[in-house]
């Protein structure tokens, strides 16, 4: 199969289910998207939204036993069909992972540069020396002063910014071209977030990949991401170009979250307001659209019938709600989650 000369990645009616003992647990229902060569494609969500699970489906790093379906396009291959030395050549290479946890990559016993040199000694036959000279290079491109010294540290020598940094390092050092990163600032404080974040897009542009950045927090792919897509309840809800997400959303959950932005509400000096309610269960879901218990906009139809992804207006905007067209008739769309007190509705 050809792939478009520019798409790098392609998730195709992603679905994966965990079995367990209080029943099936539907983790992701059904998720599309395309990642274009050096793209930033942010997901967002809230937690448990499925964003996690679908990217470890990407990496094949999902537990024995759940049940996967769809396709997983890596350059117009199916990683979900490819064996399993392929993929697993594939995987740290050509795609490689950043985790919210440094330490769940990172070995406590084992020197940094020791672990950067593994790294790349596991995709190819270069000399040890030649490993560690690469690893120490990478240390210098995601900004960790003495690098040649700190290749002997461990971890644990580490701060919590160094070692999300190394754990950078980690990912890019065998030139990926899509790199996922989960939550990669969410552990830090908000000083050293804006500096990692910054270093992941400064590395990503040193070795040309392209990122699916994954966040509960809208503001982080604000001014970073190209396009975002937000997923609810396992499933996309709204895919567009960043601008058009936060500036005409079409979905009143995606109007919700950019409502209870703190970067957005300290700017303007109006206090948080989160979303009221929480996600649904995935292993009994209710019928109808599954925010339909939170949404201000809901009626009979968003009760009894889940919408489906719909083109909403402009090009490549796609959204998955009934109403998305009253949304575009209101001013200030996060408005609509305002109380009565607040003078609003
Ligand atoms: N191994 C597992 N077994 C059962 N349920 C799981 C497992 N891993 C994740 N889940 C469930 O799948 C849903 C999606 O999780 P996740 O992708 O981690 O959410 P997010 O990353 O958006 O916070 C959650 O309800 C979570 O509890
Ligand atoms: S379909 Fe209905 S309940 Fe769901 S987001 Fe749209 S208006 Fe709200
Ligand atoms: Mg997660």
């Given at each position: 199969m050809i792939s478009p000369p520019d798409e790098i990645l392609r998730v195709q009616d992603l679905t994966v289910e965990f079995p367990t003992e209080d029943g099936v647990v539907h983790a992701v229902r059904g998720v599309s998207y395309s990642l274009h060569e050096r793209e930033v494609l942010g997901i967002v969500g809230e937690s448990g939204s499925g964003k996690s699970v679908s990217s470890l489906a990407v990496m094949g790093l999902l537990p024995r036993g759940a049940r996967v379906r769809g396709r997983i396009l890596y350059r117009g291959d199916d990683l979900l069909t490819l064996s399993t030395r392929r993929r697993r050549g594939l995987r740290g290479r050509n795609i490689a992972m950043v985790f919210q946890d440094p330490m769940s990559a990172l070995n406590p016993v084992h020197p940094i540069g020791d672990q950067l040199a593994e790294a790349v000694l596991a995709h190819g036959l270069v000399p040890r020396k030649q490993a560690l000279a690469r690893a120490k290079e990478m240390l210098d491109l995601v900004g960790i002063p003495q690098a040649e010294a700190r290749l002997r540290s461990y971890p644990h020598e580490f701060s919590g910014?160094?070692?999300?940094?190394?754990?950078?390092?980690?990912?890019?050092?065998?030139?990926?071209?899509?790199?996922?990163?989960?939550?990669?600032?969410?552990?830090?404080?908000?000083?050293?977030?804006?500096?990692?974040?910054?270093?992941?897009?400064?590395?990503?542009?040193?070795?040309?990949?392209?990122?699916?950045?994954?966040?509960?927090?809208?503001?982080?792919?604000?001014?970073?991401?190209?396009?975002?897509?937000?997923?609810?309840?396992?499933?996309?809800?709204?895919?567009?170009?960043?601008?058009?997400?936060?500036?005409?959303?079409?979905?009143?959950?995606?109007?919700?979250?950019?409502?209870?932005?703190?970067?957005?509400?300290?700017?303007?000096?109006?206090?948080?307001?989160?979303?009221?309610?929480?996600?649904?269960?995935?292993?009994?879901?209710?019928?109808?659209?599954?925010?339909?218990?939170?949404?201000?906009?809901?009626?009979?139809?968003?009760?009894?019938?889940?919408?489906?992804?719909?083109?909403?207006?402009?090009?490549?905007?796609?959204?998955?709600?009934?109403?998305?067209?009253?949304?575009?008739?209101?001013?200030?769309?996060?408005?609509?989650?305002?109380?009565?007190?607040?003078?609003?509705?």
């Open positions: 910014g160094m070692r999300q940094r190394a754990m950078i390092a980690m990912a890019v050092i065998n030139n990926p071209d899509v790199i996922i990163a989960d939550e990669p600032t969410t552990a830090l404080d908000v000083t050293v977030q804006a500096q990692i974040l910054e270093k992941l897009l400064e590395v990503k542009d040193a070795v040309n990949a392209a990122i699916v950045l994954i966040t509960h927090d809208l503001g982080v792919v604000a001014g970073i991401a190209h396009r975002v897509l937000v997923m609810y309840a396992g499933k996309p809800v709204e895919i567009g170009d960043t601008d058009t997400i936060f500036y005409r959303p079409r979905m009143p959950y995606t109007a919700g979250l950019l409502g209870s932005m703190p970067s957005l509400e300290t700017s303007g000096g109006g206090r948080l307001r989160p979303i009221g309610g929480a996600p649904p269960s995935l292993i009994n879901l209710p019928p109808g659209c599954p925010f339909s218990p939170r949404c201000p906009l809901a009626d009979g139809a968003c009760h009894s019938e889940e919408p489906g992804l719909a083109e909403a207006g402009e090009g490549g905007h796609y959204t998955a709600c009934h109403h998305w067209d009253q949304l575009a008739a209101v001013a200030d769309p996060t408005a609509l989650f305002r109380t009565e007190s607040e003078g609003v509705r």
